[in-house]
């Protein structure tokens, strides 16, 4: 498949079909790191004092609490002890891939896009000493606006190259830039460098538009992966399948993140003018000058004079209530349509009805359901695409460093949990009653459920369980292990037992 080259002398940098994307990953960042201000700058204008609200950030935090906040279980479906789940535990855990996916959430909730690069090596690059940063697989985020696809020419939803392209001041000189670019394609990377000019610049001297010039021949290298497809898997925080660009979760709310902010900007100013109100006061309480004036400013005495002594009470002159009431409605249904069009319940954030005292593990999960519907829809993208990251992690190891590779390649099956805390009650009477009477469910199967545990593990308790059983039965059925070390028997009374017990039968006896 011919492919044209994306990275020619002449082209700007960034690429020119890829700036209004990389534009809206820059907006978006803006906004969920609180930075309205650089964003909404018209609102700016229009308010001597600007409150913002980061219901943005809210919103991408709780995708990926919901989403990652309980770690996932990487499993290659055989025993925990089999070399294949040994070594999906070993790529999980010296990749820390705990962290690095509830990060790729994050990013994927505010870009809409989310990037892992699998590579085998050295996490420094060779900073280090081996024998403290030895070679392995190394799987990473890469940063979205710094990545370019280039799709199919028959399906634009297709990725078939990654190009990583980034521009590098060389010796700290402002006028000279190089243009890195690692292009990951089937079985191979090829890595080259281009010669950049500033073509435009921001009034702070920030650079924003480059041009390429000249490309360095020395710096073309290609490298076989051994792999049959690119070291670089996209993850769309949530697609309709027309291209290969996810959706995120701020832009479509953009005019509401600015009208919340406006109405709160707005509440501020009323109550601040209002804060140190004017007076009003009867006619004759003012001194006046020589000539029969009062001698005060209102600006600066806020204070006016009515005509007649008994037509007024001396009152503050406030205006506040009709428009602080209007006011606040308005920001309420704003938080509605928000929550309502962001696919969060107010008891997720806290707002309204947020207790759950009382309330069963069910009855929550459904009051949550809008929510939980959104990560469902985001955890099949997620799925797809670590299945893929860690096959194309046992492939390129298997061709990298086949001498530690004893396991054959699995599929791994990810399980997720849904985010919300487990009520243990409910579940335990739910096994109770599934594992009493007429069976349906396995005693086994019941603590890998209820404690999370492998199958091996739940055997285990298994026989534990059983072993403590016998050993009960047999304590039961020899008395005579209670009574070692010359203690007396049960069925030994002590003299003043069996007086005692004598006399309470007489009387029995004598009653009848």
Known sequence: MDLRDLFVKGEYFPLTDHQERIDRYRRNDKL?????????????????MYITANFAGLITRKSADFLFGEVPSVSSGKESQSR????????????????????????????????????????YNGAFPESYDPKRIIIEGVDPTKVYPQTSPFDKSKIVVYHIAEAVQVDGSSDDWTLFVESHMAGKIIYRQFKLTVFRTDRYGNVELFKIADEIPSAYEEE???????????????????????????????????????????????????????IAVPTGLLQEDGEGNTYFQVAVNKVFEVMAKDDIIPQYITNTNPQLDQAYKELEMLLEFLLSTTEIPAVAIGLKDS???????????????????????????????LKRVYMIAQMLEAYANP??????????????????????????????????GTQTLSQKTALMIMDGLTEEQAQAEIDRINEEKEQSMQMVAEPSVFNEDGEESAAELPEDSKDNKQKQDEAKEDEE
């Open 84 to 123: 294949e789940q040994v070594a999906l535990d070993r790529i999980t855990q010296s990749n820390n891939m705990n962290r690095l996916n509830y990060q790729q959430a994050l990013k994927a909730s505010v870009t809409g896009d989310a990037f892992y690069k699998v590579r085998y090596g050295t996490e």
């Open 32 to 48: 969920a790191k609180g930075h309205h201000v650089d964003v909404f700058k018209e609102s700016l204008q229009k308010n001597d």
């Open 224 to 278: 076989e992966t051994g792999v049959p497809v690119p070291l670089v898997v996209h993850i769309a925080n949530y697609a309709d399948g027309t291209e290969w660009a996810g959706q995120d979760d701020i832009s479509e709310h953009l005019s509401l993140f600015d009208e919340i902010n406006n109405r709160l900007s707005q509440i501020g100013a009323i109550l601040d003018k209002h804060a140190d109100p004017a």
């Open 403 to 436: 001498a530690i590779v004893d396991y054959e390649m699995v599929v791994p099956q990810i399980k997720f949990n849904d985010g919300l805390p487990q009520d243990d009650t409910e579940i335990a009477n739910r096994m109770a009653i599934r594992t009493n």
């Open 355 to 385: 207790g759950t005292s009382g309330n069963s593990g069910l009855s929550i999960k459904w009051r949550m359901n809008s929510l939980l519907a959104k990560i469902n829809r985001k955890r099949q993208f997620f799925e797809d695409g």
